[in-house]
């Protein structure tokens, strides 16, 4: 009974339909597009720009062939600031190949070969060389990186030789284990392609002219005929390829269909490449035996070399892979010391074979800053109308070589995070109201904001601030008392308020410091009292004392009006009715009389009626 319900659960298994994978995300964004655009031969389809960030849209120039064909660009001039980046929202979390095309400016007078760096969620991965315009891999940057938060953040610095321009962005989902090398793999650290070869191929391809897995990513493939003169020997199969595209990389088949041999005149395949030195790079090389002339295990042995060094010893494609015609894929991720990164493949049976080449620059990730810090340095920038030559976009901290112009940073090794310590914007034209949110930025030491023209009044947050040490906020039009809150900065040492429209007692706890050698200046404000070097205070009140006073003597004269109002009303009623009483009495008096008389007529009357009854007939009559 057991064997027939394994078999059965078997069976059902084998048999019952597979869900198919859901499509990963794609986003490819045409810069400065005002409507959607496809793009042949594949009919691809682009976004408009629309809401990711600043520059201005222009007609474009294509540098290189490979680059989409794609009419519009956005290009970044530096009054708007050295940092511009598009910032896209919504991106669900995953692993990510994201690809950036360069563009020139269609347009007379305009830098032919603008040079700038570009970084991703805060990491500077490339910086554009003298001459890009003239080599094809160079008209883009490409890199897979690991997005958690739900956006991704791509940022153009400008180096001051032209304006950043760009053409299109991609961000493409991958598999989530995609080019996994090693324990350093994935959240620290992003891989830039440095150079992706599809040997022995004749023209350059992405995965989707191969006809590849969307979830490979639509990676560009550089085709390569030859390492060098007379030393290779192309190969080439219409045969299919076993194991090509699997999980997690999804290599397309086509890519195995081609491919580099030695020759016996020289044996050894050799790839070199020029390289940043003191970097990590991740190497991944690509065989199938597609040479009719193997046909089996030994026949096809060598060493594979990086540098000089043994990387993999007697690789035997067939023996490794089970079968001619099938894929295999190697990789090493080392440091590299020089300028130079040499692969050899030297044979010790047969001749050495090599299908393609990835090679990739291990960058490591930098740390972020504190979101709620970012938000509050944006808060700031809206509120001060901070001018746009300062840019302020991306992340005030990263990369570390383009810092935010007046934000200083400092690592927190506790949570990993950077932290603005120093904000210092003296004589830059700022107007506004200073927000309550500075306070979110809890770990300044140094405000300084004189020589503006920021007025309203000073925000009590700021005595949240406990590591506060100097304070600037003179030559403003800061109005208003000094909040009692600044008294609870015992770091302070500094603090500068003078040349404003303060008014008011100096809070005690900050008179105090005085005593401690602190330095402060609150001079030039015309209601400032209270401490030595201003006026004593009087019977003068502050400002929020004076309202009161005068909203409660507005009352007090209120109800007294209310109160007269009511009693001279009552009085004139009681007159009204004095008077009204007096003109009526005589009529009164009258009608008195006359109904007494009447009365008394009559009550006569019957009297005599009475007694002529009571006496008899009268003997007169």
Known sequence: MLRQLLLFATVFLVLRPSCPRPAPYALRISCGARSDVRTPPTNTLWYKDFAYTGGIPSNATRPSFITPPLKTLRYFPMSEGPENCYNINRVPKGYYSVRIFFGLVGEPNFDNEPLFDVSVEGTQIYSLQSGWTNRDDESFVEALVLLTDGSASFCFHSTGHGDPAILSIEVLQVDDRAYYFGPHWGQGTILRTSSRLSCGAQKPKFDVDYNGDHWG????????????????????????????????????????????????????????????????YSIWLHFAEIDPSVTGVGQRVFDILINGDVAFHDVDIVNMTGDIYSALVLNKTLAVNGRILAITMHPTKGHALINAIEIFEVVLAESKTFPDEVGALQTLKSALGLPLRFGWNGDPCVPQQHPWTGADCQFDSTSSKWAIDGLVL????????????????????????SGNTIHGPIPSSLGTITTLEILDLSYNMFNGSIPESLGQLTSLRRLNLNSNSLSGRVPAALGGRLLHRASFNFTDNAGLCGIPGLPTCGPHLSVGGTIGVVLGSCTVLLLFFTCLTCWWKRRQNILRAQKT????APYAKARTHLSRDVQMTRHHGHEHARTATENGPSLLS
């Open 217 to 280: 990513g639509d990676r560009f493939w550089n085709p390569i005929i030859t390492f060098g003169q007379s030393s290779d020997r192309i190969i080439t199969t219409t045969n299919g390829i076993k194991q090509a595209s699997n999980s997690p990389n999804f290599y397309p088949e086509a890519l195995y269909q081609t491919a580099l041999a030695g020759m016996d005149n020289q044996p050894d395949l050799a790839y070199t490449m020029d390289v940043d030195p003191n970097r990590n």
């Open 426 to 449: 003296d004589n830059q034209g700022l107007k506004g109201i200073l927000p309550n949110d500075i306070s979110k930025l809890r770990y300044l030491q140094n405000i300084n904001l």
């Open 581 to 584: 009483a007096a003109r009526d």
